[in-house]
C-alpha cells in the first residue's frame, strides 16, 4: 500500500522560510516521480514543484527562484526548501508520487497523495 506523510508545515513570517518532508512507502521510490502541491482556501490545487526520477526538476512561475526540490533515494524522502516565503504561499501542501516506467513528470490524475501539511505565511 502506497503512503506518503508529510511534515515541516507549520507559521512562518514573510520572508521566512520552511523545509517540508514527504516521506514515502510501499513503491519503488527510486522509479517514482515526486512532487508538490497546494491548495488555499477558495482555490484549485496548483502543481508548484515536480521531480522526474533522474533528477530534472520543475516549478509553478509563481514559486521560481523562491522554492527547490529535492529527492534522496536512501531515504525515501522528497523536499520542498522554500525560502522568501509570502502571504500568498499560505496554503495546505500535499506530497504526490507517481510510478513512472519512463521519465518524466508525476501526473496529478494518476498519482497517490499523502494527507497535507498546513503552511501559514503571516506576520
Known amino acids: 500500500q502506497v503512503q506518503l506523510v508529510e511534515s515541516g508545515g507549520g507559521l512562518v513570517q514573510p520572508g521566512g522560510s520552511l523545509r517540508l518532508s514527504c516521506a514515502a512507502s510501499?513503491?519503488?521510490?527510486?522509479?517514482?516521480?515526486m512532487g508538490w502541491c497546494r491548495q488555499a482556501p477558495g482555490k484549485q490545487r496548483e502543481l508548484v514543484a515536480a521531480?522526474?526520477?533522474?533528477?530534472?526538476?520543475n516549478y509553478a512561475d509563481s514559486v521560481k527562484g523562491r522554492f527547490t526540490i529535492s529527492r534522496d533515494n536512501s531515504k525515501n524522502t522528497v523536499y520542498l526548501q522554500m525560502n522568501s516565503l509570502k502571504p500568498e504561499d499560505t496554503a495546505v501542501y500535499y506530497c504526490?508520487?507517481?510510478?513512472?516506467?519512463?521519465?518524466?513528470?508525476?501526473?496529478?490524475?494518476?498519482?497517490?497523495w499523502g494527507q497535507g501539511t498546513q503552511v501559514t505565511v503571516s506576520s
Open positions: 504526490l508520487g507517481e510510478y513512472r516506467f519512463s521519465e518524466g513528470y508525476p501526473r496529478p490524475d494518476f498519482g497517490s
Open positions: 510501499g513503491m519503488i521510490f527510486r522509479n517514482t516521480a
Open positions: 521531480i522526474t526520477t533522474s533528477g530534472s526538476t
